[in-house]
């Protein structure tokens, strides 16, 4: 799995064959690439994240700050032009709100190897 920015000219240019995306949308620098959703497996939505983070103990209003910061970054042109080059979806969520997004996402994972570990012989 990889994400599209990095598969996109593989695909277009032939060298590689997109699958699917793991997304519930489709992907629009990868045109006829269907969604795991589509295929049926829509429970298989699955989504690169990746988070900043700081020291336990970081005083609550250094954190406001980076958060507030960070949250304001798709305001900045050269940076929303980034994301849209590269289909990338910008979702700020504050880490009160991250981290039992996370924990949700690590269940579900574990949750899947289960299956797999299951189904190994």
């Known amino acids: 799995m990889v ?20 997304s519930a949308e489709p992907v629009p620098i990868l045109p006829g690439v269907p969604t795991v959703g ?10 690169i994240w990746h988070a900043f983070l700081v020291k336990a103990g970081t005083p609550p209003d250094i954190v406001r700050k980076i958060e ?3 949250a304001r970054l798709p305001e900045d042109k050269d940076f929303a032009a980034f994301l849209k080059a590269a289909s990338v979806d910008w979702s700020f969520a504050p880490g009160a709100e991250f981290a039992p997004k996370v924990q ?14 299951g189904k190994a012989k």
């Not at 994400?3 to 793991?22: E, M």
């Not at 589509?38 to 989504?47: F, I, V």
Request: glycine content about 6%; charged content about 25%.
């Open 3 to 22: 994400d599209a920015s990095a598969a996109a000219q593989f695909i277009t240019s032939g060298k590689l064959n997109g699958i699917l995306v793991t």
């Open 38 to 47: 589509s295929l049926g497996h829509p429970e298989d939505e699955t989504y």
């Open 68 to 70: 507030a910061a960070l």
């Open 104 to 117: 949700t996402e690590m269940d579900r994972i574990r949750e899947s190897l289960a299956l797999l570990k």
